[in-house]
């Protein structure tokens, strides 16, 4: 009798322990699951009974995306065709028509011809307005239409496209085309080599090395590496980046997770090409994530001086993951800190403000942390620079124009009214600035400040406090002042403006290749750059 006592306590005891070990551990699969089961009886009862037919696949598609949209805007769902894209984008192997498309609600705009690939063979230029691809008419077709520009080398696609009014047709034989993570490297002078990294994809350590031993033995003893316009890439090739100046056995890049396995730390692996050569990274508002990388760590290091403008502020990591039916997803699943410790990330989508949007790390709340030499740098808003190029900082205005491609199409305007021989000699005129207001007068281009939008709900509070009469004379004076502000705003940035124009014109003549060749000479944070390596005192104090 005392045996089965005994029995009966002990064994809801153990229950008990086993319980309490794994309430943790199964509280979210069992939250998980439930979630899961609702909707999965939601979804059936919905497309069984709704008043009209449904589409399963799009309204699947649609609720994927707008829960992850709550999220972050790189945690995301790739079809099949998105999967193939990105492993194109990774690694550098492309088979379509040659050409980088930007895809819009009713066509697709040729925005760069690749130089001797298919498209530039074909005639085609930036600009054009394709409306049909084979016998697909693009604005009905609801998935990405630039997907149905790629196939197997050699096939054959016919376009239908629009050139300033007219529609054309044209075949085009799809060809392969490799991506290169370093479309250019030069000797700017004697002495200075300038390399051009575009994207982190699998080939980008290897493309730098090579471009830098040719350069090296052109006689460069001092380098510029131009990491403006780069989103990123593989955090592994940002390693063996960092790698190329720093000696093996350096802290590049710590990355931390709630999910343990993800909290890891990345070390230069490699020998060095070269230790010691001056080196200047130039960064912006577009150079992200794997950029930052590279140009925090080399900073952290005090092992190059970094120009230009404050880089984007993409402080975090995602991973692939697959799925079922050949789709996949990409999750953030932590967070990476520089060789100091700081985390870059500039945006907020945790605490989102009233109008759900991310909100930005304020400046009195960033945390400062020490270089090796024991410089202050720091963290929240992506890397700033040692030196900042204020020229190149984009304005709310510019910012608005080039939003709404309106750069992008007064050159498409001006390559079919214009004819430009030589690039050294190319400039943009001010009678082509003049030009390019009265175009955008044409446009109907209007852009709201921040002040404007926060002035005008404040105004709409008033009146519902029946508070107008009170601030109406003062409202209409603010108003006033913003709107001479925005009338004046145009000829306020025509530098910037300009050499915007410049460069997009430029490459409606020269391609890219012509670009890069036309920086090397004109470019203002070039120029910067090069001053800062001609004059090594200055370079020494600034990493000091």
């Not at 002078?189 to 090579?210: C, W």
């Not at 209007?446 to 009170?470: M, P, Q, S």
Request: hydrophobic letters at 35%; glycine letters at 6%; aromatic letters at 10%.
């Amino acid at each position: 009798m005392k045996t089965i006592l005994k029995k009966k306590i002990i064994i809801p005891t153990l229950a008990v322990v086993v319980f309490l070990s794994t309430t943790a551990f199964k509280n979210d699969f069992f939250e998980i699951a439930k979630q899961i089961e609702i909707f999965t009886t939601l979804f059936k009862e919905l497309n069984m009974n709704y008043v009209d037919d449904t589409n399963p696949g799009e309204l699947m598609d649609t609720a994927i995306k707008s829960m992850l949209d709550d999220l972050d805007p790189y945690t995301r769902f790739y079809n099949e065709q998105d999967v193939q894209a990105s492993r194109i984008n990774n690694a550098g192997d492309y088979t379509g028509i040659g050409a980088k498309v930007l895809t819009l609600k009713d066509k697709l705009v040729i925005v760069e011809p690749y130089k001797n690939y298919a498209a530039d063979k074909a005639g085609l230029k930036a600009g054009d307005e394709i409306i049909k691809v084979d016998n697909v008419v693009v604005s009905d077709f609801k998935d990405d239409a630039a997907n149905l520009l790629q196939g197997a080398a050699g096939t054959e696609v016919n376009i239908t496209y629009k050139r300033q009014g007219k529609t054309n047709t044209t075949k085009i034989i799809r060809e392969s085309l490799e991506i290169k993570a370093v479309p250019h490297y030069s000797m700017i002078d004697d002495k200075t080599g300038y390399v051009v990294l575009r994207k982190f994809n699998n080939k980008a350590s290897s493309e730098t090395i090579s471009a830098i031993r040719a350069l090296k033995n052109q006689g460069a003893t001092q380098l510029i590496l131009d990491l403006r316009g780069n989103p990123g890439g593989l955090l592994s090739e940002a390693v063996n980046v960092t790698n190329i100046f720093v000696p093996q056995n350096q802290l590049v890049v710590t990355t931390k997770s709630k999910v343990k396995k993800y909290n890891k730390t990345y070390y230069t692996q490699r020998n060095p090409i070269d230790t010691e050569i001056p080196l200047v990274v130039l960064v912006d508002g577009s150079s992200a994530s794997a950029s930052e990388i590279v140009s925090g760590a080399l900073q952290d290091m005090d092992r190059a001086v970094v120009v230009g403008t404050r880089s984007f502020g993409k402080g975090l990591v995602q991973r692939p993951k697959p799925l079922t039916y050949g789709t996949q997803m990409k999750i953030t699943i932590s967070r990476y800190y520089t060789p100091s410790g700081r985390c870059i990330q500039a945006l907020d989508y945790w605490n989102r403000d009233e109008k759900g949007k991310a909100t930005r790390t304020k400046k009195e709340n960033y945390n400062a942390f020490k270089t090796r030499n024991g410089r202050d740098v720091f963290d929240g808003g992506g890397v700033q620079p040692d030196v900042e190029v204020e020229f190149a900082k984009q304005t709310p205005i510019t910012k608005a124009i080039l939003s709404e491609n309106l750069v992008f199409n007064y050159a498409t305007k001006y390559f079919y009214n214009n004819s430009v021989d030589d690039l050294k000699s190319f400039n943009l005129a001010d009678t082509d600035f003049n030009d390019f207001k009265n175009y955008l007068k044409t446009t109907g281009f209007n852009f709201k400040t921040k002040t404007e939008e926060a002035l005008n709900e404040a105004i709409a509070i008033a009146k519902e406090e029946e508070l107008e009469g009170v601030i109406d004379s003062e409202y209409h004076n603010l108003n006033a002042a913003l709107q001479a502000y925005k009338s004046n705003a145009i000829d306020q940035n025509k530098a910037q403006l300009k050499s915007l124009l410049t460069d997009e014109i430029i490459k409606r003549y020269f391609y890219s290749e012509g670009l890069y060749t036309y920086y090397t000479a004109n470019n203002i944070e070039i120029k910067k750059a090069l001053s800062i390596l001609n004059n090594p005192s200055q370079y020494a104090g600034i990493l000091r």
